[in-house]
């Protein structure tokens, strides 16, 4: 109960109480889940970023307002394994990476110049509004979730993308990574391992996934993934 009290105090949590009595959807009632964390949520206006790579400086931060940068995004600290982030409107940014153990939720609108990547297992990853972006690598084991599905408007897909009722849906055609990214950020070691009889039968799209740790040091290095 007092931790309860507690959390209903905290400036975090009014500003997303406000915006969910306003315009609640999906998206604000996975926020609303992720702040019963027994942690210390930190609110702050949209920072003002002038380096090509922000992320948060505090493991549990509340966004008030939508986030607009030509940076990449890493939704991590650096300092601490696990956290999450809120942005209580939309997030506008160049690439988007979800860390492991980190969870993202965008009340509103997510809008990357260039790719979303998911981050592994045991993330959460929530989008109420659009999702645009040129690739959207999502994971087969943590996937972006869309409050309203039809508002997918991502060039390609590798992997899944959930939406309600939780159902997966995967596109009939995986984006042909080898065309898109660099080398150094493509997983090949399953079709590596493959000889060309069990090739014969697979499309190598289907096969060839993301390196998330070759991506994250590209990413956090400021850097392009794309060709």
């Not at 949520?41 to 966004?63: A, M």
């Not at 939720?105 to 045991?122: F, W």
């Not at 989008?127 to 997918?152: E, F, I, K, N, Y």
């Amino acid at each position: 109960m007092a931790l309860a009290q507690e959390i209903m105090k905290s400036p975090a949590h009014h500003a997303l109480e406000t915006l969910h009595a306003f315009r609640p959807n999906l998206a604000t009632g996975a926020a609303r889940e992720l702040l019963t964390i027994d942690a210390d949520w930190r609110l702050q206006p949209p920072p003002t970023v002038d380096t090509p790579v922000w992320q948060p400086d505090s493991p549990y931060l509340v966004v008030e307002g939508s986030l607009t940068t030509h940076a990449n995004v890493l939704v991590r600290t650096g300092r601490h394994d696990q956290g999450a982030l809120v942005v209580l409107g939309d997030l506008r940014c160049r690439n988007l990476m979800v860390s492991w153990g980190f969870d993202l939720v965008v009340t509103g609108s997510l809008i990357v110049e260039e790719v979303v990547i998911t981050a592994p297992a045991d993330s959460r990853f929530m989008v109420g509004g659009d999702l645009r972006a040129r690739l959207l690598a999502s994971g087969t084991s943590t996937w972006v979730t869309l409050a309203h599905p039809g508002h997918q408007q991502v060039q390609h897909t590798s992997g899944y993308v959930m939406a309600p009722p939780d159902k997966p849906s995967r596109p009939p055609t995986q984006a042909p990574l080898t065309e898109l990214l660099v080398d150094e950020v493509i997983d090949r070691e399953e079709w590596d391992a493959m000889d060309e009889e069990e090739r014969a039968d697979e499309d190598i799209n289907d096969i060839l996934s993301v390196d998330k740790k070759a991506a994250h040091q590209h990413l956090a290095a400021g850097r392009s993934i794309l060709r």
